[in-house]
Structure formats: C-alpha cells, structure tokens
C-alpha cells in the first residue's frame, strides 16, 4: 500500500507543483489534502508553462486519476476555468474525482476574505484573498456548503439560505455592504457549475483506498508549506488548513500507517509572500538576485516574495513535523553566479545561541540568524542531471545542507524544466 506525500518545508512555492508532476511518473493516483485556489503549481514540460491552482500536479499524465480530497476547499467556478483551459491544452482530465465533503468557497468567501483584510489595516496578513480563511471557518462553525450539496438543489438551497443568512450579517452589519441575494447565487452556481462538475463528484475516500488495496501508488501533493500551517506555522501569518504531513491523513481519509515515504521540497534559500517573521530574510542584493533570478512573484497573485538565505533551523523543525524520509531541493540554479551562499545553522536570541525553532514566537522575530558562508560555484548548473555534474562548490555546499537538515537530500532541481533535475547521493 505504498503511499508518499509531498510536503513543503518553507512558506509555499518551493516548486512542489514540479516534483508532484516528477514524481507523479510512477504513481496512479494524486491527491490534494488541502488548501484551495490560494495554491499556485508550476510545471514546465517541453518549455510548455502550465500553473495549477486547483487540479493536482499529476494531471498532465494520462495514467493519472487526479483527486481532491475532502480537506480541500474548492471554488467551482475556479475549478471549472481551470479544467476547460487544461482541455484546450489537449490535457485529459475526465478521470479527476472531487470529493463530495469538499467545502465549497463561493463569492461572499473571497469577499469576506478581502473586507478582513482591510480591518486588520497594518496588521494585516497578506492573503491571497482567494476567501480561503472565510470558507474553512465556515466549515468550523457548522454552516459550511459541500460539493455533494450541489447534487440536490434543494438541500443546496437550503444550506445557502443558513450560509449567506450568516454572512449577510456580517457582510451589512459589520462591513456596512449590500446582502447577497442567496436565489440569485444559488441559480447562479445551479446554471453555470452543476453540469460540467456533477461528473465529477465522487467518493474520493473509497477511491483512494481501493487503490491502496489493490498495491497502486498514491502521492499526496500538499499545497502551502510547514510554516503556513494554522497549528504549526507563524501564526496568525498563516494559511487556514494544515498543509503538514499529517493533513494529509485528515485531507484524504488516510490512516498513518499507509504512508511510507514524505518527501519534503525546500527551496536553496527561502521565499515567503505576505507578511509575518522571517529571520533570514534579506534586504540586500543577495535577496534581488534571488527575485530576479528566480523570477520571485507570486504565481497566483503576482506579488513580489520576500528573498533570504536557506534556514536549516527551520527545515529541521520542519523534519520532526512532517517526520520527513528524505528532502529535495529545488531553485539552486538560481544561485550559480553568486559569490557566497549561506545556510542558516543556528539562531542567535538574545545573546545565547539557539538551534531549535523556539515556540515562543517574540523570540522567532528577535532570532538573528547564525550563518555559515560558502564560496559560490559561479557554474551554470541548468544542465547538470547527475551528481557528478556538480562542481565540487555546490555539492559539498549540499552536504553541509544535508548534515544539517538532518535528512538524505535525494532530489536537486536545476531549473523549472521537468527533466532538470539529479538524483543526488551524498
Ligand atoms: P509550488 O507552489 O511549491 O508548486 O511552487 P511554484 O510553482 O509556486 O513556484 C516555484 C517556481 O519555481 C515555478 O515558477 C517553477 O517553475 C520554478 N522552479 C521549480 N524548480 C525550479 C528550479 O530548480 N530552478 C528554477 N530556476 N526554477 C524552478
Ligand atoms: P503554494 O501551494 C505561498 C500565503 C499568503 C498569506 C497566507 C494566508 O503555491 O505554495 P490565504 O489566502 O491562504 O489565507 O493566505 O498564506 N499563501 C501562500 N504563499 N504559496 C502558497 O501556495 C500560498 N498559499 C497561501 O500569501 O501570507
Ligand atoms: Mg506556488
């Protein structure tokens, strides 16, 4: 019953999308747990582009069953745009199964989403407005809407009524906005997304474990990352789900004891988009050239991600978490012409040296990061597919990662393509 799961180590965008669709070679099935629209995956085949928000990373195989788990939150208008661009690209999606106890997210979610942020002012959290938060508290609160609500119209409607009736006070009383009229939505959602999703709608948690019976590989492709992890994460400055290893188990309908490989994706250095503390970040023209290079804007809102050095304090708070088997990495391209690189080993806090991640976060922001410095490799790796590939520079700078992590790193990215990469064995 061999199931893995990808798992993001940092703040998001690691390249999770691009190991996912590796990844997905030798699998059957791939499964998002969590999180929704908010994700942004990117893969690149044949120089071909194709960004992911939604259907899981595994999609452009045709021996793929791609599934959205329970856990996720779905936008069917999103999901609906989505598949119709995957099919004018010649992608088959007609074996994806979207589970019916996904929660809905509809039009009052991002609008919520976006009016929470403006109240918070300055201390807002930078979210992707995609009413990520506002759907999974409505799903805490018992007033959420399912996919499989959408196959009985009544019971739809219904659950609408007791939906809106709850943000339309919200929405007039706390926002002073206009009431959404729950008929017109819900003839909305009815007219325009029963139709193409109802196909679609299944029992993913049956699915999932008939394979597992029956000795197939499932890979569960997290979205978000560790440290957006409502429990876990820089909270507030986090996501609403639990993108960690174990939110998988939650997300699908998977015990424990079915998983035996979680790999985790980290970035060569960090990224993080929106706010919240950082300890390695930088505002020099390292961290510019790690934008730059690394073309650092959001692949979903197109904001600028905060740079800063690889922190292996918390990649290796981030192993315990996700009881991680193994790491790979991606982006160290992005590095090759520079003149030093630096890992994070320890913190500095408060004048003594720290090198577990502290649970108090006051100490996190006041944590100067401790780094050890390397000569760069000033080498173009974008080709190399081998260890033997690499200049000594840039592998024993994976060695000094890798005894830090504390885990094998058994996968490098050299590039976006999805041929670009090694096996990597220290
Ligand atoms: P995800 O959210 O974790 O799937 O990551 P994103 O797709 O949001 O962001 C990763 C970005 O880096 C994408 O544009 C990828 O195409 C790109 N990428 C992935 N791996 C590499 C790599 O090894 N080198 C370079 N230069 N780009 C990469
Ligand atoms: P992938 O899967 C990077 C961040 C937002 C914000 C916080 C909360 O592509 O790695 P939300 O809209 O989830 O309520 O926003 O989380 N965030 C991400 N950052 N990559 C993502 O997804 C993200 N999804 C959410 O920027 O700081
Ligand atoms: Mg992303």
Redesign the pocket.
């Known amino acids: 019953m061999p199931a893995t799961i990808v798992v ?1 180590t940092q703040w ?9 669709d590796l990844l997905a070679k030798e699998m059957s099935m791939v499964v998002r747990y969590q999180g929704g629209h908010n ?6 085949v044949d120089g071909e ?1 194709f ?2 928000q939604l259907v899981p ?1 595994g999609v452009l195989y045709d021996h793929i069953t791609p599934v959205i788990g329970n856990g996720v939150v779905v936008d069917p208008f999103v999901l609906l745009t989505e598949m119709d661009m995957l099919r004018q690209r010649g992608i088959n999606v007609e074996k994806m199964v979207v589970s019916g106890n996904a929660h809905l997210i509809l039009p009052y979610h991002q609008q919520l989403d976006a009016l929470h942020e403006r109240h918070l002012g300055k201390a807002k959290l930078g979210t992707t407005k995609r009413g990520i938060g506002p759907a999974y508290a409505d799903k805490a609160m018992r007033l959420g809407i399912r996919v499989q609500d959408l196959l009985d119209e009544e019971i739809f409607r219904e659950k609408l009524q007791t939906s809106l009736g709850h943000a339309n006070k919200v929405l007039t009383k706390v926002f002073n906005r206009l009431p959404i009229d729950p008929d017109q939505l819900a003839d909305k959602v009815m007219s325009e997304c029963l139709e193409g999703l109802a196909p679609y709608i299944g029992d993913s948690v049956n699915i999932i474990h008939e394979a597992l019976e029956g000795g197939q590989h499932v890979l569960f492709e997290g ?3 560790t440290f957006l992890d409502l429990d876990h994460g820089t909270y507030p400055f986090v996501t609403s789900s639990n993108p960690t290893a174990g939110g998988a188990c939650a997300g699908a309908g998977v015990g424990p004891r079915h998983i035996d490989r979680i790999v985790g ?1 980290a ?2 250095y960090v990224t993080r988009v929106g706010a919240g503390p950082f300890p390695t970040e930088l505002f020099d023209d390292y961290g510019d050239k790690m934008v730059d ?4 804007f ?3 809102t197109g904001r600028r991600r905060r740079p800063g050095w690889v922190d292996a304090v918390m990649l290796r708070h981030a192993v315990r978490l996700n009881s991680l088997t193994e790491m790979a ?6 590095m090759d012409t520079f003149d030093t690189v630096k890992i994070c080993v320890a913190y500095e806090i408060d004048g003594k040296r720290v090198e577990t991640l502290p649970y108090h976060q006051s100490e996190v922001h006041r944590a100067k990061p401790i780094y050890e410095e390397f000569p760069g490799w000033k080498t173009d790796l ?1 080709a190399a597919t081998e260890p033997g590939h690499l200049p000594e520079a840039a592998a024993s700078y994976l060695r000094r990662l890798e005894a830090q992590i504390g885990v094998p790193i058994t996968l ?6 999805r041929s ?2 090694l096996h990597w064995d220290s």
Do not use: M, Y
């Not at 998001?12 to 996912?20: A, H, L, P, V």
């Not at 290079?293 to 650092?296: D, V």
């Not at 990495?329 to 992005?334: R, S």
């Open positions: 993001g998001g965008d690691e390249g999770k999308g691009k190991f996912t994700a942004g995956h990117t893969l690149v582009k960004k992911l990373s979205a978000q990352a994706v970035k060569a290079i690394g073309r650092e959001g692949t979903n990495i991606t982006k160290l391209d992005v974008t490098v990215s050299t590039g976006p393509g670009q990469f």
